[in-house]
């Protein structure tokens, strides 16, 4: 049996994403053999991270500082504007840096289901750096959700009569996919996103 501390340890590790209550103890044991050196450093680096870490009034990115390191480069695309929906998204897409533009973080996603209203994600923000001038285009990448789907029709409801060219990520079947794995969902948003074959 452990001591009280560790399973209130235990238990506040299994709270994280992507682990459970076995995955968390054995991180704590692992912590516990090495309390000198990696213990150590982890509540250090957590310690910082409490204290340093701002979200962006720009975008809602986290950073360490504000304007957050990608709405503070100059070397960014200020024409373009990808629209996610939480930080992990923007953190995924700009990681593969393949969008040269800035971001901004809805927080969330429209869902009658868990009461999640316009009111609650940052979509005001969104519309209003739009309606400032200086973007081109905004990238809605939302999840193929059901949600993710409704929250960027109703984004487009709220831009349209702005001068602003508005497009969606590709959906559809992904690189080294077989059809006869995948779901009905994904072969029919590839078969409606289907192109010409050039010759």
Same mark, same amino acid.
């Given at each position: 049996m452990a001591s009280q501390e560790i399973e209130t340890l235990t238990a506040a590790l299994a709270r994280l994403p992507g682990l459970g209550p076995r995955s968390a103890r054995r991180a704590v044991l692992w912590l516990l053999k090495r309390r000198e050196t990696a213990l150590a450093e982890l509540l250090e680096t957590l310690g910082q991270v409490r204290e340093r870490l701002v979200e962006c009034h720009i975008c809602g990115n986290v950073d360490t500082q504000d304007p957050c390191a990608i709405c503070a480069d100059p070397r960014r695309d200020q024409r373009g504007l990808c629209v996610v929906e939480e930080v992990a998204d923007l953190w995924a897409l700009d990681r593969a840096r393949l969008f040269t533009g800035r971001y901004h973080v809805l927080g969330g996603r429209l869902s009658a289901?868990?009461?999640?209203?316009?009111?609650?994600?940052?979509?005001?923000?969104?519309? =209003?750096?739009? =309606? =400032?001038?200086?973007?081109?285009e905004v990238v809605l990448a939302m999840n193929a959700t059901l949600e993710g789907q409704t929250t960027a029709h109703y984004i487009v409801e709220r831009l349209e009569g702005l001068p602003v060219r508005i497009t969606q990520l590709a959906h559809g079947l992904p690189v080294g996919g077989e059809l006869d794995y995948l779901d009905e969902g994904t072969l029919a948003q590839a078969l409606r996103a289907r192109r010409p074959v050039s010759q």
């Open positions: 289901l868990d009461g999640v209203r316009p009111e609650d994600l940052l979509i005001g923000p969104l519309i =209003a750096r739009v =309606a =400032a001038g200086g973007i081109d």
